[in-house]
Structures are given as structure tokens and as C-alpha cells.
């Protein structure tokens, strides 16, 4: 059932959970890494998504363990407190990895 029928069905006037479900490996991330790493600005089509997951990259770019994966973490709880709509997700967005090796969806806690 998508949501749009959800919403019809159920009358539903909002989701009941979001998933947020970034790969570590795109395009947007590796360029906000770089981006954080040396300075340099982005241009072009990736600019916005990079200024969307810098602050997540700069939190966590002398975190112990994995960057990439840290900046995915904390990008995404940071999607979750963001307001969409003219109010916060308030908890409806769960975060979620997914992996590009084995297509298995991990789901975060939080």
C-alpha cells in the first residue's frame, strides 16, 4: 500500500513512519567528505546536497570509527529533527543504512 492510498484509505493526514535510507557510497557524501577534508568548494548539481551533509561531516570527522559512516549516522538523526512541511518528523523518520555489497538494510537505533 503506498502512502498516498494509506492517506485515502486509512484517512491518514500524515506518515506513520519515514525511513531515511542512505548509502555511505554516493556521490553527495563522498563530494561533502572531500568538500570538509580540503576546503574546496562544490559546485554544480551536488552543491546543495553538500551543504545539506557537511555539518554532519564536520561533526564527525575526528570521531573514532569509520567517517563516512559516522557522517551518514549523524546526517540522517539530523534529518530527523529538521522540519519538513512547517513541522518536525517528530520521531515518524527512522534511520536506516543500506549496504551496496550485500543489499541488506540495517536499521539504527534511536
Known sequence: MTLQSRRAVLGMTAAAMIVALPSARTAAVSAALEHVRTGRPVTGHLARRV???????????????????????????????????GRAFEGAAVPAHASLDTGKVRFDRI
Open 51 to 85: 551543504d545539506d551533509i557537511a555539518p554532519s561531516a564536520r561533526e564527525t570527522k575526528d570521531l573514532p570509527g569509520d567517517w563516512v559512516e559516522n557522517t551518514v549516522r549523524t546526517h540522517v538523526t539530523r534529518l530527523r529533527r529538521t522540519p519538513a512541511g
